[in-house]
């Protein structure tokens, strides 16, 4: 499975910014689209199948991080 979310900032954010927040969060791939606003992508394995407890905590570490990356993304923006 994978999820994404995105980020719409204001002003488009640096390349350099975007590499050190893929750096900063091993599992997630981070990129930015056409208008300069960054985006973030989690891959779930699931293999055979994932017990529910399992994706559910998967779902919770990506909310987790997007709201960590939301604080860096926005950070100096009004």
Known sequence: L????GFDRKKPWSDKA??????????????LDDDGDPWMQWDIVTGDGIPAKVFLQSINMFRDTIDDAGDIVFEGED
């Not at 975007?18 to 990129?31: E, G, H, P, T």
């Open 2 to 5: 994978q999820i994404q979310a």
């Open 18 to 31: 975007a590499l050190a927040l893929a750096k900063k969060y091993r599992f997630a791939s981070v990129w």
